[in-house]
Nanobody, 122 residues
Framework: QVQLVESGGGLVQPGGSLRLSCAAS????????IGWFRQAPGQERRGVSC???????YYADSVKGRFTASRDNAKNTANLQMNSLKPEDTAVYYC????????????????WGQGTQVTVSS
């Protein structure tokens, strides 16, 4: 069965760090573009980063310099390292995968994780 399973969310103080993981099963993740998204209460789901299968990674302005997206091909897993976290980073975070070499529109992603809650609060 094709799945993306997310883990690593939780409660952290401002300035702290979290690492989210997205484990793929049923398909090989290195052939896919990987997107990270987040959705805060009452807001639209927005893009955080996109890592194309060509090797390019793009970040939203709000997270540049603080978040780093990566892949562990041996484990068929994508990761999002989040540093210097701020209260405004609080949201449900989703990973998604799209077959192809370019970053697609949100509605064009093929597979989605279940989401994991990240709460930044003192």
């Amino acid at each position: 069965q094709v799945q993306l399973v997310e883990s690593g969310g939780g409660l952290v103080q401002p300035g702290g760090s979290l690492r989210l993981s997205c484990a793929a099963s049923g398909f090989t993740l290195d052939y896919y573009t990987i997107g990270w998204f987040r959705q805060a209460p009452g807001q639209e789901r927005r893009g955080v980063s996109c890592s194309s299968s060509d090797g390019s990674t793009y970040y939203a302005d709000s997270v540049k310099g603080r978040f780093t997206a990566s892949r562990d091909n041996a484990k068929n897993t994508a990761n999002l390292q989040m540093n210097s976290l701020k209260p405004e980073d609080t949201a449900v975070y989703y990973c998604a995968a799209s077959y192809g070499s370019s970053c697609p529109l949100l509605l064009e992603y093929d597979y989605w994780g279940q989401g994991t809650q990240v709460t930044v609060s003192s």
